[in-house]
């Protein structure tokens, strides 16, 4: 299991990283400092980092060149509300593998995590097909079909099935929900998830998606 270090001051978005990270499988160390993320970094037991720029003490740069320094080669995906060209090319001339722009949403940094983190034999391994009973989910040409006949599905509906399809018979909570498919920036308490379970029920079938009373979703795994 992949380690992923999150150093990030804004509790809610350190808060909802690390909570999609365990939801997609990862291990996770979240800490809100500069200085903390920096003796994390440099432990050993990390595999990627995701660090914020603007931190309470010293910068997500500063961060970067130490651990650079240091000898620390893990990947390092810098995350900021900073938009202008030479932070972004400071940031990649400083040891930095990747630049991921506030706001974001969670499916477009897990991408880029599961690519820097790819090793040589994972494009054979990893699934382009996601099969659950009669239901399957080809991800490279994003369609999906039920007892081999194709259901429009839109690109929110089908990130949302996509995450079901990953952890079939897995309770799957309102927000791990919302984390994976609308991002941080999304409101908690929005009745988004639901809305969108029955649009799913409605397409693919009322029996697959089961409501569990006060945990959230479970996608039958006899579906």
Do not use: C
Request: charged share 25%.
């Amino acid at each position: 299991m992949s380690h992923v270090l999150i150093v990030e001051d804004e509790e809610r978005i350190r808060s909802f990283i690390a909570k999609g990270l365990k939801a997609a499988g990862f291990a996770t160390s979240a800490v809100a400092t500069g200085l903390e993320g920096l003796d994390l970094g440099a432990s050993g037991d990390i595999d990627l980092i995701v660090l914020d720029v603007g931190l309470p003490d010293i910068d997500g740069f500063e961060v970067l060149r130490e651990l650079r320094g240091m000898g620390v080669s893990v990947p390092v995906i810098m995350l900021t509300a900073r938009t202008s060209l030479e932070d972004t090319v400071a940031g990649l001339t400083g040891g930095a593998d990747d630049y991921v722009p506030k706001p974001f949403r969670f499916e477009e940094l897990l991408a880029r995590i599961r690519l820097r983190l790819r090793t040589d034999d994972a494009p054979a391994s990893a699934p382009m097909r996601l099969t659950v009973g009669s239901l399957t989910l080809d991800l490279g040409t994003r369609r999906a079909t039920v007892d081999g006949s194709q259901v429009d599905l839109s690109a929110r509906e089908f990130a949302l099935a996509v995450e079901f399809m990953r952890h079939p018979g897995q309770v799957l909570s309102r927000e791990q929900l919302l984390a994976s498919v609308w991002g941080f920036d999304f409101d908690p308490g929005s009745n988004v998830v639901d809305v969108y379970v029955r649009y799913l029920r409605r397409k693919l079938g009322t029996e697959r998606f089961e409501t569990v009373r006060g945990m959230g979703y479970r996608l039958a795994d006899r579906a």
